[in-house]
């Protein structure tokens, strides 16, 4: 009997003695998917808000040639006019018949006295000074008569528009007396328009001329490309933002219609992954998981770029080691992975 709880004893002693399975032998795999890493470039965006306004330098402001009465207002705000349609119609005032008719008045009497003095220069009872004076008077007579008419002192007169405008804005109304150089109308040209936009200073140092923007209307309407043509050098103290004007090309935008401006103004080099692999810890930084030997290993990493689904990172990243999108959630650094089609896929 002690010879077998000797036996007995050894052969514990035996089992007890022998190594134990490796942990990795029968520990779990997580299916997950992965995508090459690679180097890239996205473009670096400052986002504007605005609203479509006229470009000063396509305004074009109508004014009264002369003292008059509104007679006829034929245009309304927003409508579209080719050159040479009808504005309004003014009609003269009472002192401004007056004064077309003393115009009228003194022309003929300096023709009349040129025509006397031109006699009495052939009856030698005149001088060339004289002539030269009658002359002058003559001329200068008919000049204030012929600028009284043009500018509608004669009867009604037709405002036309000088060319093919918008009709902003409208500042006469029928029967109204408007004095010389009252504004009447404001027109633009169809292709004047432009995104008025406004920026933080400290992105607006990065813009400049010339930089391509990428617009969107609000209302949903197509997307267009622009460019920027002003930044400006002071912050506009009613919003604190830099005034930035992008180009509208014609018929992309109405006046008043908002739209927001995605300027290019470089590019950010790194590598380029889809938004999906980025994770957040509690503490707010940011990582990305990488299968390595067919494990997971979080790496941190800075976003210094996001353009739509995509992302430019960097960290100390292994660039031949795949990066894990679906599934990366739930790994921690060391875990098995395995391809959604059964292969592990391999490190460097």
């Known amino acids: 009997m002690k010879r077998l709880a000797w036996t007995l004893a050894a052969a514990g002693l035996l089992i007890v003695a022998l190594p134990a399975p490796a942990d990795d032998v029968n520990k779990p795999s997580v299916l997950v998917q992965t995508t090459a890493l690679k180097k890239g470039s996205l473009p670096k965006l400052v986002a504007a808000y605005g609203t479509a306004q006229t470009n000063p330098a396509a305004r074009d402001s109508v004014m009264a040639p002369i003292g008059a009465t509104v007679a ?8 579209t006019v080719a050159k040479g349609d009808p504005l309004l119609e003014l009609a003269p005032t009472p002192s401004t018949r007056v004064a077309y008719a003393s115009a009228v008045s003194a022309q003929r009497v300096a023709s009349d006295e040129l025509v006397r003095t031109r006699q009495l220069l052939g009856e030698s009872l005149a001088t060339g000074q004289q002539i030269a004076a009658a002359e002058k008077a003559d001329s200068d007579a008919r000049a204030a008569l012929a ?6 002192a004669a009867g009604p ?36 328009l432009a995104l008025i936009a406004g920026v933080i200073p400290i992105q607006a140092s990065a813009i400049k001329v010339a930089d391509e923007a990428t617009v969107t209307p609000l209302s949903g309407a197509a997307t267009f490309a622009s460019r920027v043509t002003l930044r400006g050098a002071v912050v506009d103290s009613a919003n604190g933002l830099v005034p930035i004007h992008l180009s509208v090309p014609f018929g992309a935008l109405l006046p008043g219609e908002t739209a927001q401006a995605s300027i290019t103004t470089g590019r950010v080099n790194g590598f380029v992954v889809p938004h999906a692999s980025i994770l957040v810890h509690d503490n707010g930084d940011t990582y990305v998981v990488q299968a390595v030997n067919g494990s997971a290993k979080t790496v941190s990493v800075r976003v210094l770029a996001s353009v739509d689904s995509m992302d430019v990172i960097d960290g100390p990243l292994d660039a031949a080691a795949p990066l894990i999108l679906a599934g990366n959630y739930q790994l921690q650094d060391g875990m098995k992975v395995r391809l959604s089609n059964g292969a592990v896929r391999p490190g460097p």
């Open 147 to 152: 600028a009284l008419r043009a500018q509608g």
């Open 72 to 79: 006829e207002v034929y245009v309304r705000v927003g409508q």
């Open 157 to 192: 007169l037709t405002v036309r528009a000088p060319s093919s405008a918008i009709v902003m804005a409208v500042a006469a109304t029928p029967r109204a007396i408007v004095a010389e150089s009252s504004p009447l109308v404001e027109l633009v040209r169809p292709n004047g």
